[in-house]
């Protein structure tokens, strides 16, 4: 404990004492009180004002980058001083350059409307910046994939890692992000596939991303800092980041619809079925690209941009199936085209794949198959009542084979 000789202690030890060193003395201790009272500034206050400033000098005359890549330069400064306001409110604090703040507080060339003024300017450059509206999801994903990528590195580099010091110094880099990326998916939430039933929605993912945002703002660095809300790992998925294989939609007619829409601008490459997990690849900007299949949120929101979402008519997973057991069973198969997923070959004969409950004459007749096509019906869950006796009847007169899966197994065997 450090004894300070106050001009009191000279006085009773019998020395004379000066009125003004006494004053001097006595603002002395009480300014160094004052400074050893000062509360320091919240957490959660901290953040926001990261997320104002966007990494930038809140000065618009200098703007200078407040996040090297050797450390920081970043100043709080009061708008109201400490000593008169005592106040720590985002209201009141401000992010600055060190030759800033020293203006401001030492050399007064601002005053405190100017630097009011410079906050609700910075938030409306942000929001002119970050709250465009784009008219296609692919316009969108130029600017949001990017930001992903940089928090997604940093988490994964520094927080998973164990690195806390690094963590907590790019942090404030994730901080300043989010805040773009809050604008940008605020502004265009018509652009993400949406659905009544929230888990199969992209749109509810994107809803809990902003809400993550807005927390992972708020929330204090302390030992009760509990995050209620998650990242929600699908984000990544949706704008191809990461793969979520969560399990394939069932429409082969909006993967047909994809594929012919891709072909259009010259995109796709090809299709791998009969595996445990199938793909396609696409050109993206000069990059090959690997869709799983399975990788439910990217193929909705593909869907949905290219308008594809398509009623079932036949199950992919059951189709896949079929193909699977061929493969398992090391015998050659080829899809016929590509937007016609159904149709494939198999030691130079051709095999159709429809799903009926229940195959009718007249529903045989609407295929106009052709002379020696093979027919083969996925769905087997009511065994062989799946093909009608009418169905068999006139499949003789078109020179046609009706199977059902159990019929197919055989039948593959046999071609062995």
Known sequence: MTIIATPFDKRLSGDLVDYGEFIKEIFYLKKKDRKMARKAIPEYIQRRLYAESMGRC???????????????????????????????????????????????????????????????????QVSQLFSQKFDTFEKLEELVKPLLTENKTIYESYYLNDKRKLWEKFEEKILINNQKLRFLLSKNRDLFQKHHDEYFSNLAIIDQLILHIDEFRDTRKDDEKIRTVLFPEEVNSIFGLESSLEGMLPSVESLECLICKLQNEDKFVG???????????????????????????????????YH?????????????????????????????????????????KSFKFIYEYCLSKAELISLAPKKGLIIVNLHNWNGGSCISNEAYEQAKIMGVTLLTMDDFY??????K
């Open 308 to 348: 594809c979402l398509k009623s079932v008519g036949i199950r992919l997973g059951s189709l896949n199936f079929a193909l699977k057991y061929l493969d398992n069973n090391h015998i050659a198969f080829k899809i016929e085209n590509c937007q016609n997923l159904s149709n494939v070959t198999v030691k130079e």
């Open 271 to 305: 299709i791998t079925l009969g595996i445990e997990d199938p793909f396609l690849i696409y050109k993206e900007h000069d990059e090959y690209v690997q869709l799983f299949l399975s990788d439910a949120p990217r193929i909705r929101q593909m869907y949905f941009s």
């Open 410 to 415: 055989v039948y593959i065997q046999n071609l």
């Open 58 to 124: 809140m000065n618009p005359a200098c703007g200078k980058d407040l996040l090297l890549t050797n450390g920081d330069i970043v100043e709080k400064a009061h708008i109201i001083p400490h000593c008169d306001s005592a106040d720590n409110s985002f209201e009141n604090l401000i992010l600055l350059c060190p030759n800033c703040h020293t203006n401001f507080d030492k050399n007064s060339a601002f005053t405190e409307e100017e630097v009011r003024i410079w906050k609700r300017e910075r938030q409306q």
